[in-house]
Structure formats: C-alpha cells, structure tokens
C-alpha cells in the first residue's frame, strides 16, 4: 500500500457510516479532510525564547518549527523578522518530510536577535559576518567573522587555534583521560593512574554556513598502543560570534568487573586548551563563577589591598579587569616593590557534589593551596586572560552533573593551561561495577524468584556498562580584553541556561504532528477541566521538586526520576531492585513532552530536555552486542538484565530533536534503525518461554507491543527525515503495519514471526489472544496515530481500533469478540486515551463514555486521591521536604497523557 499525503481519516465506508451520527466526532475529521483556506497554514510563525533575555552572549539557537502537510514544498525559502521588522539573518534547512514531499519540519539557525521573531516564506537575509569554512590543507578552518579556528584532522589535538583578529586567544584544544587501574576497596594507599589523550580518526563538516557550521570530531583516547573510551564531538559556530559551542559525548567501553578491584576506572575526564598569557602580571585576570551570576575577580599579580596603595583608580581598574596606566604613574612606593608580590598562577574549583564546591588557589607548583572561598552551586563558568584577551568557558549542567572541576593552571608564565573537567580527578574514581553479587540466582527460576521479591530481572553478566553513554556541553569565547562585569554575568547565564528559541503551541498542535489531535492548549474553562489541569501542573511541580529534594543528581543520574516511593522509610525506592531508576517506564518522557507541546512551558522543556539527554545515553547500549537495546529500570541504569526495544524506544527522542535539530540525538535515532537485528542475539521473553523457540533470522518473535512500537518508531523517524536508510525504513513500516492487520487476531494476536531480509510479518495459521496491559503503554498509541494518518491502510486502522476497542472492554465482550478474554490485566486509566482517540476516528461515542469512565473510576490516580503533600522534617527524613507517597512513576506518567490526550480529543464531552 503507498502512502498518500492528506487524507480522510474516516475513509472506510463503515466507519465513515459510522461516524456520521455524531456531530462531535466529525467536527474533528472534517476539519482535516477540508481544503486549506489560502494562506492559513503557511501563515507566519512567531518565534518566541523559552526564557526572557533572548541570545544574549550565546553564539546563536537553532529551532526546530512543524508544518501541515501540502504546506510547503523542499525548495521553499524562509525569512525571519524582529519585532521591528527588521530582517534577522537565518539559516534554513529541512529536518522532516510528510509523505508526500512536502515538509514536516524545518531548522532555523539565528545568530542575532532578541524578543520575539517572526519566521516566514520569503528570501533569507544574508549576514553581515559570514560563516565559512575551508577544509583544505591539514585543517578545517572556520570563521565567523569575528573568531577563527583551525581544526585538526588527525592526531591529538581537535583545535589547533583560536584567534580573534591577528590575536591567538586559544589553542591545542584537546580532551584528556585519567585512568584508574585499580579501585581501593580498602585504603591501601597504592594508587596509581595512566594518563590518556584524545585521538582524532575523522573528521567531518556537516554544514558549511552561511548562519551556521558545523563541525563532528569523532575517535577514541589514547596511549601507546592501547584506545579506547571512543568520544564524539560537535563543534558549533554562527556568523558573528566571538564563542563557539562543543557538544561532547563518550561511550564507555572499559571492563569493570563486579567483585573485582581491577578495571577500567576513570579518574578523570576532561577538555583542555592553552591560553597565551601577552600582558603584564598585574593586567592578567582570573575569573570563576560561583553561584547565581556570582564571580571571582582577581588578578595574577593583585595591588589590592597592600600595605602601600597605588591608587584608587588603578585599583578600581583592576578589579573591572581593564589594563592599567604605566606603573611609573602609581604611587612608587608600590612601583618599585612589585616583585614581591606573589602571582598566583594556578586556580581550582571543585564540585564533588551537588551542593557544594570550594575553590582554592596558590603560586605554582610544588607550593601549598589557599583557600579562596566556596558555596553551594557553582556556575561552571571561568575566564583567564588579560587586557589584549583571554578565553571564556563553561560546562553546562555542572553542578546537576557532579563531580565536576575548573583548573586554571601556569596563568603566570607565557601560557596558561584550562581544564573542563566533566569528571573531576578529585573525586572517587568512576565505579560502574554491578552493585551486588548475584546472591545465587545462576538459574532462570532462581532469577524469577528474585524478580518476585525485589522486582529486580538479573541475570549474570546482563548488569554491564559497556556501550553507555554520556553527553555534555561546553561553550568557549574568544574575548579581544577582559570582559566587562556585566558582559562575563552574561556569559554565566549562557552556561547555565542555553537560550532556545521556540515555535508556539498553537504551531505545534495547527501542524498535526506528533500523532494528530493528541494535544490541545490547557482549558480551565469548565471546572472539570479546571481539576485535571490542576492536577497535571500538581505532578509535575511534585517531581521537579523532587528532584531537588532528594538529589537525583550526578554525571550518570541526572535527568532521570525515580520509579516508586517507600512510604515506612519516607524515600523513594533508590536501593530496591526495579523500583529504583525509572528508565523511561510507561513513558514518562512522553507525557513530559506532549505537556510542553500544548503549554510551551520553558521548565517543563528543560525538564524533558535533561531527561532526554539522560534517557537516551544512559540508559541505551551504543557499542557491543546489545546495541539498539535499553535497560529497564533498576539499582543502576545498566543494571537490570531486561535489554529491551521499549526503552531504547526512539519515539522518546523525536520530540527533542524536532524541536531542536539537535544532531547528537538525530544520531541515537538513526543508529535505532537496524535495531531489529538484535533479535537474533536476545530474546526479551527467555526467561518465560514455555513453547521451544530458537531465534532464527526468518522467523523472530517479536511482539507488537512494546518490540514493534520501538521498531517502528526508529523506521517512521528515519523516512520522515529521508535519512541514509529512509527508503528501507519506509519499506519496514508498511510491510510491518500489513503484517500485523493480516494476523487472524491482529493486534491481539500478540507477536509474530519476523523476518529480517524481507522485513514482513508471517500470517499466524490460526488465531491466538495474547494481551499485554504493557503493550500500549510505552508509545503504541501516540506512533499508530500518526502512522494512521500517515498511510492509508484501512486494515491495519481496523486492527487498531479492534485493540482499542476491547482493551478496556468486559471479559464477556472480549470473549465474544475474540473467542477468549484477555485474562488479568490493569492500567485501566492509561489505556482510556486508546478509547478516546478510536472514538474520535470511529465516530462511537458509547467508546467517549467509556474513556471517561476508565479515566476516573479504574486504576491510577482519581478524583478522591489526596492531590496534596506532606510536610517531611527530622527525624523522620534526610533532610526536610515534603511527600505524595500516594503518587508513583507508572501512574503519573500514565495519567499525565490520558490526561491530555482526552482532553484534546473529549474535551467537550466530558461527563
């Protein structure tokens, strides 16, 4: 069956016959299937920043903006305007098509402009300040107009140089290794580490300007003959910028074996450059974030506070960071003692933990450390430099990801050297050993025995880190002086918060992307509705609290939430097998997202953000023979033996990259598309097979729940952005979708037998009822909305909408249906969105009653649950706060986009 561009969801006669007794329901249909007003869809979009202040001292945002079908074709040209009309340069490129060709989505990259923007069809304003970038020679050179830097092609160094103008203000950018060989279990004070660099094997620009460059570093560190630890670099630069971002990602492919204090233990992890130290002692600057926009200003050679004072405006000068007048024109006696004043050339600042860091300073090497001061969260900020320039950096997230650490190191000699430190060597080594030793569980019935008391699915030798990984982001200024108090609380601000620019809700949701009428902005016009979206703000504002509160932070934690609650010990279950880490369980992230898609909410994306990033690495195996596969949740994130399709689960990373172009998540998602080949090395069900099963190449099980939605969310993804394998991709959504709606029982069948040389689905000979209350509950209903929309497939929508139908339906109405019932089976109000949107396509609007009911008197959360928290102190907790004990992952998440998506689609017929 071919995809068509637009059509009518009701195109079956009998549904359309159907449906045609209710107004409500074809209000909705009929306005997708109607021809488009002119100019109504391809109407400008205002451009709005998530937080006030727009770009600010960032070097630019790139935003990701959705577009109906029909609307605009490959070859349209984009223009953006500021609030005074004025043109604002921009670089457009497409990120998505519909079906028929014409664009989904679209980037846009500014590099310039503050307040709201407007983003039309129409011609692009050039800058005036040009990106561009020449690969030939030894190096990639990029230039913004303002600063330029030379990339290495080979060898250790990544960055050769940054200059502004005839003025080199960096160079030898390279990222830096400590490993640890040996762990002390005991202090047994015989450490020892090894001290690898990073080493380039390609190098490739992805784009060339004029708005936007960007630059992929990709290799492995190294020493002798050993690499490993393979790393994964961006380099962003925009036209007009002094700064440049770097977006950097390791994978961990060390060996650490539990019960073993030998391994591959990282000590530290880092990025460094030389800076170039031109002016005098005294006209050498340091500058350290420290809370808030908080700054330690001081100078190599500091005449502040001496016993002979050498002028007030030459103080005040120093402290601003400007270069001061001759010292023949100072009071002499400090003049002609200068030399006896200590210059302090090595700075560190330490953030072991999420709630406090100290900095400390002194001479030089082989001489003792002064403390300098500390607090609570540091910024990641720091600048070293002086009056002819110096470099600004900073590594976002730098407190949420301890341990973390700024050097400055040799400020008073002719180079100073900084490190960006994502794992600070002053902390523990990193230690990713599986937490525990088994406890006897060698067999598949001992290990379900375990799975019975603490939840937890081991298995020996599954609890491995290997192939994880991790993303951090840096941003780096090349400064022609020592920047101005307000200019360096600026650039504080772009570390802590990187500006995005954001397309509205009305967009989001006018486009129909995302699975189509899912979504619609919050409405309290009612007092039902009033209540739900109380009780959806209650949510989050609890687990955004909880986050601070119970410190669900670190390099490898933060961005993910916990699981469920232990109401005798007051915390949540961090220590209890699969109720710990909640690995993107029943899809939090996907309510975390759509609540963004209809508020436009700026924490509730950041919040969705730090959960992407985390979900997406950690929790995904890059490297190995699980590549493609998730962990379920777990002690650690790595730790459960579950290695499965619904975590690695590409749908959860859509919205963020639509959203952003962000290109290390397009990565994630393509390396999904090849994911069905890990089929043949794993069986999800192999601990619970009774049947004789072998996979095979020609015949795997997979499930079309949880296996399928996984699959086919990494196929969707990959024809809509007409990525390397889109034409396969496409090919393994429709053949799968037909597979499926050719099953005796379809959807409800269960699982079938798949084959990966032709992509196709074997017809089952007779029928079966197999049903899974964890099917749909992981993405199915959001992608087969879309993918209804999509392809015109009556069969597969007729299968689907059968699912729906019986899910939530009487024994006795499945066992009519089916021949059988479904069995046991909960998540009642998660799966009332399923009746929601099969009464909206159907036209039924006993199955509207129904996802109404299901939503407030089944399972989950209802009108009568306490809807509150209570106050925690000493010394009932660790440290005081508050507790919904009544509130756990599974049912927020579920409840969140039943929530929303039945609001959206039965907004009006509420009860």
Known sequence: MSPIPRRSILKAAAVAGAAAQFSWALGTKDAQAAPRAAGADDAPVTLDWLEDGGLGAAPGSTVGVPWP???????????????????????????????????????HAVSSGSGKLTLAAGEAAAPDKLVTVDQSGGTITVSTGVITAKIGKSGATLIKSVTRGSTEIAKNG??????????????????????????ISSVTVEQHGPVRAVVRIDGKHRKGNRSWLP???????????????????????????????????????GVRFT????????????????????????????I?????????????????????????????????????????????????????????????????????????????????????????????????????????????????EVTLWLWSPEAQPMDLRFYHDGMGQDTFAEQLEGLNITYEDYEPEFGTPYGIARTSELLFWANESTPSADKLAEQVEAVRVLPQLAAPPKQLIKAGVFGPSLYSE???????????????????????????????????????????????RHVWRYDIGGYAWDNSE????????????????????????????????????????????????????????????????????????????????????????????????????????????????????????TDWSGLVSAWLTEWERKGPKWEKAKARVLSTMEGIAAQPNGFVQGSGLYDLD???????????????HLSAVFGLNELCAELIDLVDMPKFNEAYFDYCRYFNATKAEQKARYGSDFGSLLLFQGHSRLDAYTAVQTGDEKLAKRAWDKFYNSDGYKESSPWKTEKLSGPATLVPGSEAAWVSTNDTALYGLAAIENLALLGDKMP
Do not use: C
Not at 85 to 102: C, E, L, M, R, T
Not at 337 to 366: H, N, V
Not at 368 to 390: C, D, E, L, P, Q
């Open 522 to 568: 919050p409405d309290r016009s009612t007092p039902a509705k009033a209540k739900i979206e109380d009780h959806l703000d209650f949510l989050f504002t609890y687990y955004r609290d909880q986050v601070e509160q119970r410190r669900w932070y670190g390099f490898w934690d933060y961005g993910d939430i916990m699981h469920t609650y232990d109401s005798a």
């Open 758 to 772: 032709t992509g196709k689905f074997a017809v089952a000979d007779k029928p079966v009822v197999s049903v899974s």
């Open 231 to 269: 790393f994964s670099i961006r380099l962003y630069f925009y036209a007009g910028a002094d700064s440049f971002r770097m977006v950097h990602t390791i994978t961990y492919d060390g060996t650490q074996e539990p019960g073993k204090a030998s391994g591959d233990f990282i000590r530290g992890l």
């Open 304 to 416: 502040t506070g001496l016993r002979r004072d050498p002028g007030a405006a030459v103080q005040a000068a120093q402290y601003e960071g400007k270069k001061l007048p001759d010292p023949s024109t100072w009071d002499q006696r400090v003049t002609t003692r200068l030399q006896y004043i200590p210059e302090w050339g090595d700075y560190t600042l330490s953030q072991l933990s999420a709630d406090g860091f100290t900095l400390r300073k002194r001479t030089k090497k082989g001489h003792g450390w002064i403390g300098t001061g500390g607090g609570k969260r540091a910024s990641g900020f720091g600048y070293v430099g002086g009056a002819s320039g110096g470099l600004s950096f900073g590594l976002r997230d730098f407190w949420e990801k301890f341990p973390a650490q700024l050097d400055i190191r040799d400020a008073q000699t002719d180079e100073a």
């Open 275 to 302: 800076v170039p130290m031109r002016d005098q002692a005294y006209d050498r600057h340091i500058r350290i974030g420290g809370e808030g926009t908080g700054l330690l200003r001081e100078a190599v050679k500091g």
């Open 174 to 199: 390279r990222l830096v290794l400590i490993r640890q060989p040996e762990i002390e279990d005991e202090d047994q004070g015989s450490v020892r580490t090894e001290r690898f660099e990073g080493a």
């Open 69 to 107: 079908k029909g609307v605009h074709q490959d070859n349209q040209k984009f223009s953006v305007t500021d609030s005074d009309g004025k043109a604002v340069p921009v670089q457009s490129w497409p990120i998505a098509y519909w079906p028929d060709g014409s664009l989904k989505w679209t980037a």
């Open 586 to 705: 029943l899809s939090p992230d996907l309510w975390l997202w759509y609540a963004y898609l209809r508020s436009g909410r700026s924490d509730i994306f950041r919040f969705a953000e730090s959960m992407t990033r985390h979900t997406g690495e950690v929790d995904v195996y890059h490297l190995g023979k699980w590549a493609g596969l998730g962990t379920r949740h777990g002690v650690q994130h790595f730790a459960d033996s579950a290695k499965q399709q619904r975590i690695a689960n590409t749908t959860y990373r859509r919205f963020y990259y639509f959203l952003t172009a962000d290109e290390r998540v397009g990565d994630l998602m393509h390396a999904n598309v090849d994911s069905d080949e890990t089929f043949l090395v794993l069986d999800p069900l192999r601990k619970v097979r009774t049947d004789p099963y072998t996979p095979d190449r020609h015949a795997l099980s997979v499930g079309f729940g």
